[in-house]
Structures are given as C-alpha cells and as structure tokens.
C-alpha cells in the first residue's frame, strides 16, 4: 500500500533556483494538498485541489504554483527560491473528511 | 478566521504516568476536529475524528473528547512508544475541505 508518495526526500537549492516537488496518490482520491511545516510549529496550507484540472489557493500560497491533470499527480512548483521557503512541504489526499500525509520532502535553500 | 491552540507545546512523563493533551479552537460551524501523531521525520498519521460536543473515541491508550470549545486527547498509562509530536486540526463550514493546525504538542515518555 503506497497510499502518498513524495518525492524527492531531501533537496537544496540555491537562491532564484527551481523545482519540483513530486505528489501521487494511489487511493483515487479527489483531494489532494501541499503544506509546509517550520520547525516547531504547525502545518500551513499552500495550496490544494478539489479534482483533476481545479486548483485554488491555501494560507500561504506566494512563491509557489501547482497544477492538477490528474487523479493521481499533484506537483508544487517554486519557480525563483527564497531562504523563506526552506522548510518541509507534505503532500496530503482525502476521499472526504481524512486527510492521509506523504513522509514529506526537506528543503533548504541557500 | 478558525483558530486552533494546543497546550502544553512540550510535556514530559514518565512510563505509565498518565496525563492529557488540550486542543482550544475556534470556527465558524465545525465540520470535524482531527487529531495526529507525528513522529520525527515523518509525516503526520491521523488517529481520530471528532465531529460534535460530547463525542469520544479511543484507540489503545489514547481517548480524544470535544465540547463546543475544545479537544482532549487523554493518554492512559503511555509507554515510550507513544513518544511523538501531537497535532489537533478544524475543519469549518468556510474552510471547504481546508484544516487549520494547531502548533502540536511533544510528548516524551521516559521509561
């Protein structure tokens, strides 16, 4: 059961470069989720999708972009990376009310 | 705007020592209190769904209880494996399918 795969685990980046971060689902949900977590405090909701093709914006959305042409795939895009953004991004999906988290991927940017 | 506050931010028992952990939130119209364990460097697990005042519901040594204010999660003589960070989220009637996190608490148990 891989339920929600993220990937990569690890990444730096330096400062203006880009990325993607990589989300699938096997479960055939309709949601899916990114948040980022900073140390000691709670997770903060970026963006999200209620279906293939509908994206809307969460919490802390600036700096980011995703897309959603799938079910299954639902990538974070950072186009110009700040130090602001190093944190740990999670991925998330639901059917409905529970949400199930990705293990994350650990970004520094320096 | 749905507010979450979780108390204490850290706590530290000893094995069998039992204890809970608070969960204070405000929302417009709760659509679903969660609770999660997270473990170091992994992503957080759900463990419950609470959804009206007076509910509970129990796994192993934990029990989580909502009224109209707040979440308890009640761990019952914890041994180290429970060790891990707690999260406590809302979900409102506005929020659509969005939660909002609390900071989590750090339980440690020693043994």
């Known amino acids: 059961n891989a339920g929600v795969t993220q990937t990569p685990k690890f990444r730096i980046l330096k400062i203006g470069q880009s990325m993607t971060l990589q989300c699938t689902q096997d479960?055939?949900?309709?949601?899916m989720y990114w948040y980022r977590q900073d140390p000691g405090m709670g997770l903060k909701l970026i963006y999200y999708s209620v279906g293939a093709g509908i994206t809307d914006k969460g919490e802390v959305p600036n700096g980011y972009n995703v897309s959603r042409s799938t079910t299954e795939d639902f990538p974070l895009r950072l186009e110009l990376a700040a130090p602001s953004q190093t944190s740990v991004y999670f991925c998330a999906s639901s059917a409905d009310r529970d949400q199930y988290f990705g293990a994350g991927t650990r970004l520094s940017v320096l | 705007e749905d507010q979450v506050t979780q108390s204490p931010e850290a706590l530290r028992l000893q094995e069998g020592e039992s204890s809970s952990l608070n969960c204070s939130y405000t929302v417009s119209g709760l659509r679903g209190l969660f609770w999660y364990r997270q473990d170091p460097g992994k992503g957080p697990e759900f463990l419950f769904t609470l959804y009206s005042a007076g509910e509970e519901k129990e796994k192993e040594r934990l029990k989580a209880t909502l009224t109209k204010k707040e979440s308890f999660l009640h761990i019952t003589a914890p041994k180290p494996e429970d060790s891990a960070t707690y999260l406590c989220a809302v979900r409102g009637t506005k929020g659509a399918q969005k939660l909002v996190f609390g900071q989590g608490t750090r339980l440690t148990i020693n043994p």
């Open positions: 479960m055939n949900h309709n949601y």
